[in-house]
């Protein structure tokens, strides 16, 4: 099973930028489709963003949509978070999946996850 590890949060105020990145062990059908997920205090998870490293097509939550922005850097299986204009309700752990289902946005569809990464947005 790939391996996913998270980094790159922290405390930044409302308006400010973090960049996460996640590192998979291993690029297979299985992590075909490289996902973010955000999880708020007492809330589900739920689908922020995602990129196929086949093409590096993106897909994104409405609610970060020209704010958020996915990148990947092959050679290092590396796929990057960039997040400006950030407010308050973006507060939450930020988890990356892997699934080998393109266009997924369902934590089900996603078979492996890292630890997640703290993201505190202060007003």
């Known amino acids: 099973q790939v391996q996913l590890v998270e980094s790159g949060g922290g405390l930044v105020q409302a308006g400010g930028s973090l960049r996460l990145a996640c590192i998979a062990s291993?690029?297979?059908?299985?992590?075909?489709?490289m996902g973010w997920f955000r999880q708020a205090p007492g809330k589900e998870r739920e689908f922020v963003a995602a990129?196929?490293?086949?093409?590096?097509?993106?897909y994104y939550a409405d609610s970060v949509k020209g704010r958020f922005t996915l990148s990947i850097h092959n050679a290092k299986n590396t796929v990057y978070l960039q997040m400006n204009s950030l407010k308050p309700e973006n507060t939450g752990v930020y988890y990356c999946?892997?699934?080998?289902?393109?266009?997924?946005?369902?934590?089900?569809?996603?078979?492996?996850w890292g630890q997640g990464t703290q993201v505190t947005v202060s007003s």
């Open positions: 999946a892997a699934s080998p289902c393109r266009g997924a946005t369902s934590t089900g569809s996603f078979g492996s």
């Open positions: 291993e690029r297979t059908f299985s992590n075909y489709y």
């Open positions: 990129v196929s490293w086949s093409d590096g097509n993106t």
